[in-house]
């Protein structure tokens, strides 16, 4: 019943930016946290945000310190990725996952950073 849906992902320059977007649905949004995760090829999937049910508590990867803000749409039921200065180390398929929801994936978002 859970369904999440990830977009906004693409071939982007080094020191580019993107918004990732992941539309919810089948559960009550705004009662839980929510996560971004991302995964490169030969990779262990790694942590690279997260945000409270409210929006007022957010926590982010060391990977991506001081380039990434989460934010979500309650009314909309959508978690934003918004990812700046972008390198090629960040390339990756990109998803959104409720860690309630653990077994709950969507099909992901590719980013890719090059030049």
């Known amino acids: 019943q859970v369904r999440l849906v990830e977009s906004g992902g693409g071939w982007v320059q080094p020191g580019g930016s993107l918004r990732l977007s992941c539309t919810t649905s089948?559960?009550?949004?705004?009662?839980?946290?929510m996560r971004w995760h991302r995964q490169a090829p030969g990779k262990e999937r790694e942590f690279v945000a997260q945000?409270?049910?409210?929006?007022?508590?957010?926590s982010y990867g060391d990977s991506v310190w001081g380039r990434a803000t989460i934010s979500r749409d309650n009314v909309e039921n959508t978690v934003y990725l918004q990812m700046n200065n972008l390198k090629p180390e960040d390339t990756a398929v990109y998803y959104c996952?409720?860690?309630?929801?653990?077994?709950?994936w969507g099909q992901g978002t590719q980013v890719t950073v090059s030049s």
């Open positions: 945000i409270g049910p409210l929006g007022g508590s957010r």
């Open positions: 996952n409720a860690p309630s929801f653990s077994d709950s």
């Open positions: 089948g559960f009550t949004f705004s009662n839980y946290v």
